[in-house]
């Protein structure tokens, strides 16, 4: 398939746009039916989140690659701090799915749009205040190479904020400080021209950040496997000490629950996962229609369980 400008440049690709697994060791030690499955409850997640009108709520459709692959990565020592459209991380970190569904109703009753902290868990909070997370990762991350080699802060966060103070000073600070902090900037594509209010400056984040002395890889949000392999060597670097790093995430926003005329297939990340699972004879209707069934009836008990449970304890 010819690149169109949906397709976004200066990535190395590894699933090619009908699912072809362009050079197979790029995928070993990945599940890829096992995180198929995990990008599929996240998209579920987001159409239920949507359709809880939660205040000022931005769905996360297409950008699954970057916060599924990050909680999966992350180990058990390290810390992850969410953007407002990360939530699906935290039941991949293992938090209870009615502990989820409260702390994300509770968030809202209150006047937030939804947040969800697990200290256990090695989530961090999103403060309100929009891109405060940055330089508190950085925080958590000077700390962790106080205690040594072998843990790592990773921070997620969207293009827009690679505007702000916070994040030229959180990367300043990474870098004096050689600290083990990888952020993950989820750039969204604009085959047409980006609005004006999406800030952007210039050459894409992976480039801009190089100039600062920090090691960057940019890939293509909807190659689920160069996405693996991007973070998995930026959260390994950390973890080894070798200093902080950015992986730009280069995802198109969709639709959740909607196909966009506009907006090819291939796009998708789910699809084009599911197009190599295809080709592989390691996907069927069937499967899909089981792992949908099993995610909204989960979703369905924590959040009914949840509305009553936040009811009871709102004045």
């Known amino acids: 398939m010819e690149p169109s400008p949906w397709d976004p440049e200066g990535v190395e690709q590894s699933l090619d746009a009908e699912g072809l697994l362009l050079d197979p060791r790029a995928a070993q030690g990945l599940d890829l039916r096992a995180l198929y499955k995990r990008m599929v409850a996240a998209r579920l997640l987001d159409l239920r989140l949507a359709r809880l009108g939660l205040p000022m709520w931005v769905p996360s459709a297409g950008e ?13 020592e390290d810390w ?30 209150n006047g937030r749009p939804g947040a969800v902290a697990a200290a256990d868990l090695g989530i961090g909070h999103a403060p309100e205040a929009l891109g405060l997370h940055l330089p508190l990762a950085a925080g958590q991350a000077h700390a962790q190479k ?10 997620l966060f969207g293009e827009g904020l690679t505007t702000t103070a916070m994040f030229h000073e959180t990367v300043a600070l990474a870098v004096a400080c050689d600290l083990p902090l990888v952020l993950v900037c989820k750039s969204q594509l604009w085959p047409e021209g980006a609005p004006a209010e999406a800030g952007l400056l210039g050459d894409s984040v992976a480039e801009r950040v190089k100039a600062c002395g920090l090691w960057s890889r940019r890939v293509d949000g909807a190659d689920v496997v160069g996405v693996y392999a991007a973070i998995d060597q930026a959260f390994r670097r950390a973890r080894d000490g070798r ?3 950015l ?20 796009r998708d990340p789910l699809e084009r996962l599911r197009r190599h699972l295809d080709r592989e004879k390691q996907w ?9 069934a099993e995610v909204r009836g989960q979703l369905d008990r924590a959040f009914t369980h949840a509305q009553r449970h936040v009811a009871e304890e709102t004045p």
């Open 64 to 76: 699954e690659a970057a916060t599924v692959l990050s909680a999966t990565l992350a180990g058990p």
């Open 80 to 109: 992850l701090y969410p953007s407002v459209r990360d939530l699906a991380l935290a039941p991949i970190r293992g938090m209870d799915l009615d502990e989820f569904a409260q702390q994300v109703l509770g968030a809202a009753y």
């Open 146 to 155: 106080l205690a040594g080699p072998g843990r790592m802060t990773a921070a």
């Open 243 to 245: 200093g902080p790093g």
């Open 247 to 266: 992986v730009e995430v280069v995802a198109t926003r969709l639709q959740a629950g909607e196909k966009s005329a506009d907006v090819p297939a291939h």
């Open 284 to 292: 069927t209707p069937t499967f899909q229609d089981v792992i949908e």
